[in-house]
């Protein structure tokens, strides 16, 4: 599957791709024998797998594949094929500064010299992870200044949805317990990100009626059609032509609100529901949602692990509607996809009322096994340090 939507993306000649050493025809042959009788793979199964390529290197937008030779006449003893293709998904969105880079291979092997190790984040701290904050809290939208490091995305999603539920219960609000998701969205593959995707388009939550917490979310519509306008960019006609008028998503949003008293948070992919299959709003749809979530005293979640770091134009999607979140959270394209980190940054409100009674105070300390990883932080310092932050972020006029 990956394979045919990197060819939909255009093949390409052999450029840039790092060298590496390929697998001969028996030992590739082994190889992929293995990997498809033991390995699980994505969104296939493992009894009856689509195929998976042999990836031998990349580089830029460009990863090698080797694979058996095609030809019908070919022996066990003829040398594989070599072919380049550009990878047009990113390694699901995560290798926004391509692969192979340079200056954060160097910065990793410079690590290593100085001794990578990890570290829990128990009772222990350390330079590069205040840095990375201090980083961090100085891109996104002002007021979002507390921070969370987990181990990935889905992770961070978990955090977001605890630690929503903790503040409405910290500020004596219990009753404020469920979520408010859109329908087509996708938040990640744990338990408690399942439960606030799509009930439908979930992928596999047929599979797992009765774990995932129907019973705890409630859906809004989303709009008819993805209001993406190669022409006209974000939101292009169809928004403009609404300005003034309500979207049927925000009018679904208002609407539960409105009606019940019981949501603690609203979470969405602002801007765009990526693996929901590619839906649009616009910022001033962001800007209502901010207003109305205000309004009823529920928080809102922004999901950029998909959208953030430049992905929408803007260094983050909530820039467009000019919106700060209650709590956003991050992944993927924040180690440019060299290693597994996530982030859920929250502002001092939040933070403040998770913390208003004393007694849930352990729990919050307790709640995940989060730990930082030294090397993540080196690797991501050296993304945003001042001389190359232009070269992977760039959007200067933020900094
Ligand atoms: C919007 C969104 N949220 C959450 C996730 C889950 O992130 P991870 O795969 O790092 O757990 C993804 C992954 O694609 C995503 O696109």
Avoid at 310 to 321: M, V, W
Wanted: glycine letters at 10%.
């Amino acid at each position: 599957m990956i394979f045919r939507t990197l060819c939909r993306s255009g093949l390409s000649s052999a450029s840039a791709v790092g060298e590496s050493l390929a697998p001969t025809s028996s030992s590739l042959a082994s190889l992929l024998r293995y990997d498809r009788k033991n390995i699980y793979h994505p969104y296939t199964s493992l009894t009856s797998p689509l195929p998976a390529y042999h990836v031998t290197s990349a580089g830029g937008s460009k990863i090698r594949l080797t694979l058996p030779s095609s030809s019908s006449s070919s022996s066990p003893h003829d040398e594989p094929v070599q072919k380049d293709v550009v990878d047009g998904m990113s390694s699901w969105w995560s290798t926004v500064h391509g692969y192979d880079v340079e200056a954060i291979n160097e910065a990793i092997k410079a690590q290593v010299d100085k001794g990578l190790c990890h570290v829990m984040f128990g009772g222990l701290t350390h330079g590069p992870a205040v840095e990375l904050s201090e980083v961090l809290c100085g891109v996104l939208p002002e007021g979002l200044e507390k921070i969370f490091y987990s181990c990935s995305g889905s992770v961070s999603v978990e955090v977001a949805l605890k630690m929503s539920l903790q503040y409405q219960r910290g500020i004596s609000r219990p009753h404020k317990n469920k979520f408010l998701s859109v329908l087509g969205g996708y938040h990640g593959d744990t338990l408690g990100c399942m439960s606030v995707s799509d009930p439908g388009n979930g992928m596999h939550r047929e599979l797992f009626d009765g774990w995932v917490n129907d019973r705890s979310v409630i859906y809004a519509e989303r709009n008819e059609r993805s209001m993406f306008s190669v022409r006209d960019g974000w939101a292009g006609d169809t928004v403009k032509t609404r300005r003034n008028k309500e979207t049927k998503m925000v009018r679904s949003i208002r609407e539960h609100l409105e009606s019940r008293d019981d949501i603690a948070a609203v979470i969405m992919e602002p801007m765009c529901q990526g693996a929901g299959g590619m839906f649009f709003h616009s910022g001033d749809e962001l800007a209502a949602i901010r207003r109305l979530t205000s309004e009823h005293g529920a928080l809102l979640v922004f999901d950029e692990i998909a959208t953030g770091f430049g992905r929408t134009g803007e260094l983050f999607a909530c820039n467009h509607g000019g919106v700060t979140p209650d709590i956003i959270t991050l992944g993927k394209a924040i180690t440019g996809g060299y290693c597994s980190l996530g982030v859920t940054v929250t502002t001092d409100r939040v933070s403040n009322g998770e913390f208003t009674r004393t007694r849930t105070r352990t729990r919050t300390c307790t709640r995940t096994r989060t730990r930082t990883r030294a090397r993540n932080c080196i690797l991501l310092l050296t993304c945003s340090s001042s001389t190359t932050r232009r070269n992977f972020w760039p959007w200067p006029q933020h900094f």
